[in-house]
């Protein structure tokens, strides 16, 4: 078993309410978690024997489709030729490509949905999928030359940067910190995220994040989350391998658990149909 809890992701669909959850752990494992925002229930998917690289993914606009970029360190056969690493779409919980673009190595790749059926892949992805897959009524496009899929995917997800302190293509600190906040939709609350200078020696989690919300002249810190957003008018984020959401009122917050992780284990999951094809 993992001395770490398992590290989560989280991406809400812009225009559904529906949600996917990228489980990472044990080491050389992640998998997908369908998460339906109404009713908080929670349906889990296919496993990948991997690295997934959280800050290249991205859901689309309506749930209905995944970008993400994987990587088989190592791998010891690899018949049709994709080689290491590549950038591919799914229907999620699954991993199951429908496109598949090749990438050499694993330092950049994947991409962010500029809508639901309009992708902008980083800009080291070739525009040419795989020839064993098709793009199907797919717009491909490309990242901002020097940006990345992490940062575009703040943007779009109606996030402000106060500070610039990471350079998005390199991961390298550029400055004191970078910040980022995002307000509440209807009350004076404002969530900030400051992201700390990647380090791949720090133990469970290369990205750390520091996370706290602005109320009126008070700061309050969400101890120990590594993911946060606002879902409507809650907070949702995740702690120590769990999912919570919050009420923000009288300056607390009020958290309930939603779902833990931490028990979850590898198994083979097979795609069913509908995920094998567009």
């Not at 290249?56 to 309506?62: G, H, I, T, Y």
């Not at 995944?66 to 690493?85: L, Q, T, W």
Request: hydrophobic share 40%.
């Amino acid at each position: 078993m993992s001395a770490f809890p398992p590290r989560l992701t989280v991406f809400l669909a812009r225009e559904a309410a529906t949600g996917v959850i990228l489980r990472r752990g044990p080491k050389d494992w992640a998998q997908l978690v369908h998460w339906d925002r109404a009713t908080d229930t929670f349906l889990p998917g296919q496993w990948f024997r991997g690295r997934v690289y959280e800050r290249r993914c991205d859901l689309s606009p309506d749930g209905r489709l995944f970008v993400y970029f994987a990587a088989k360190h190592g791998r010891s056969a690899d018949p049709d030729g994709i080689g290491e690493a590549w950038t591919a779409i799914s229907r999620p919980p699954y991993f199951t490509a429908l496109a598949l673009w090749t990438n050499l190595g694993s330092w950049y790749g994947g991409g962010v949905f500029k809508g639901d059926r309009h992708v902008l892949l980083d800009v080291t992805c070739s525009t040419e999928p795989h020839p064993r897959f098709r793009t199907k009524r797919l717009k491909i496009g490309r990242c901002p030359a020097k940006s990345s899929p992490w940062e575009q995917r703040l943007l779009l997800d109606a996030w402000q940067r106060v500070e610039r302190g990471i350079d998005p293509r390199t991961e390298r600190h550029i400055g004191q910190r970078e910040v980022w906040r995002k307000p509440h939709p209807s009350k004076p609350v404002t969530l900030f995220r400051q992201m700390h200078a990647v380090d791949f020696s720090r133990q469970g989690n290369a990205y750390a994040e520091t996370i706290w919300l602005e109320i009126g002249d008070d700061l309050l810190p969400l101890d120990g989350a590594n993911w946060a957003d606002w879902d409507g008018d809650r907070l949702v984020f995740t702690r120590a391998g769990a999912l919570w959401r919050a009420d923000v009122a009288d300056g607390a917050v009020q958290a309930e658990h939603l779902f833990d992780f931490s028990a979850m284990r590898p198994r083979e999951i097979t795609a069913p149909g509908w995920a094998r094809q567009w």
